[in-house]
Nanobody, 124 residues
């Protein structure tokens, strides 16, 4: 059974930090890449950061470069998202996803499994 379970969301003030965790089942973590996406009401889900599960190569969208760090612990089958200097525009539900192919890492349809999401709220 494929499972992705996120945790670590919460409410912080501008400039604060949070670390999200995603524990994956064996079959989910076996995918070549995993990623963090976020979504706000009325907007499409957008990729935030991705990481290849074997080599640990990371990738980010421009607005979070230098503030967010994605990492993985293969022994625990867990990926993390360290978010520093959080801004109000970072508010949203953050999802962990496992990649199946058929698009680049920023294409939501290229992922076949998603977690339930964890809420991140940044207030000024």
């Amino acid at each position: 059974q494929v499972q992705l379970v996120e945790s670590g969301g919460g409410s912080v003030q501008v400039g604060g930090s949070l670390t999200l965790s995603c524990v994956a089942s064996e079959s989910a973590y076996s995918k070549i890449l995993m990623a963090w996406y976020r979504q706000v009401p009325g907007k499409e889900r957008e990729g935030v950061a991705g990481i290849t599960t074997r080599a640990g190569t990371d990738m980010y969208i421009d607005p979070v470069k230098g503030r967010f760090t994605i990492s993985r612990d293969s022994a625990k089958k867990t990926i993390y998202l360290l978010m520093n200097n959080l801004q109000p525009e970072d508010t949203g539900i953050y999802y962990c996803a496992s990649y199946r192919g058929g698009g680049d890492w920023l294409t939501p349809s290229a992922y076949d499994y998603w977690g339930q999401g964890t809420q991140v709220t940044v207030s000024s």
